[in-house]
């Protein structure tokens, strides 16, 4: 909405405003691409103009939404997802993505997921065996390890720093 709502003030009506991405129906010219930036700059958004540097965003959006929105949708093969929402061979896109980022896509779809895991124990409504599953992990002790690696602590830990924080109503 924010990002929309700029274009407009600046006189530009875009044709689709999706995440990481502004469709308008004619081209503009630097003056104008230099106004948007400046606009977009002030929100923390920044203009990415380069193909490389788009399809490297199109990436990062896909993982985000997979992990964070499309649970259902990750039992799916990660090089087969991206591939066929990207219209790229996955090598180029892997390649591409360590070449930019200093990262593999694998580490940043395994951060997003432990996003996920951290997300989910602070809420408490799923058990860990529920969090496995629901994240496509092979196991318990899969997800615990994986999360140790990343993080450096177990998955039991972040509980207990949860409910040390919360202090019960009626102790206030």
Same mark, same amino acid.
């Given at each position: 909405?924010?990002?929309?709502?700029?274009?407009?003030?600046?006189?530009?009506?875009?044709?689709?405003?999706? @995440?990481?991405?502004?469709?308008?129906?004619?081209?503009?010219?630097?003056?104008?691409?230099?106004?948007?930036?400046?606009?977009?700059?002030?929100?923390?958004?920044?203009?990415?103009?380069?193909?490389?540097?788009?399809?490297?965003?199109?990436? $990062?959006? /896909?993982?985000?939404?997979?992990?964070?929105?499309?649970?259902?949708?990750? $039992?799916?093969?990660?090089?087969?997802?991206?591939?066929?929402?990207?219209?790229?061979?996955?090598?180029?896109?892997?390649?591409?993505?360590?070449?930019?980022?200093?990262?593999?896509?694998?580490?940043?779809?395994?951060?997003?997921?432990?996003?996920?895991?951290?997300?989910?124990?602070?809420?408490?409504? /799923?058990? /860990?065996?529920?969090?496995?599953?629901?994240?496509?992990?092979?196991?318990?002790?899969? @997800?615990?390890?994986?999360?140790?690696?990343?993080?450096?602590?177990?998955?039991?830990?972040?509980?207990?720093?949860?409910?040390?924080?919360?202090?019960?109503?009626?102790?206030?």
């Amino acid at each position: 909405m924010v990002v929309k709502s700029e274009f407009e003030k600046l006189g530009l009506y875009p044709v689709s405003v999706e @995440l990481g991405e502004v469709e308008l129906s004619e081209p503009i010219d630097e003056v104008l691409i230099n106004q948007i930036n400046n606009a977009l700059h002030q929100f923390g958004f920044t203009l990415i103009d380069d193909k490389k540097s788009q399809l490297i965003e199109k990436v $990062k959006n /896909l993982i985000v939404d997979l992990v964070h929105n499309l649970d259902s949708e990750l $039992k799916v093969n990660l090089s087969d997802y991206l591939s066929k929402h990207i219209h790229y061979e996955y090598n180029y896109i892997s390649n591409l993505f360590s070449e930019v980022e200093g990262t593999t896509i694998e580490k940043y779809f395994i951060a997003q997921k432990i996003e996920k895991v951290k997300e989910l124990l602070m809420y408490d409504e /799923l058990s /860990l065996s529920e969090i496995a599953y629901t994240l496509n992990y092979s196991s318990v002790a899969h @997800l615990s390890s994986q999360f140790k690696k990343v993080t450096g602590f177990a998955p039991s830990h972040i509980k207990k720093i949860k409910d040390n924080k919360r202090t019960p109503l009626d102790e206030l």
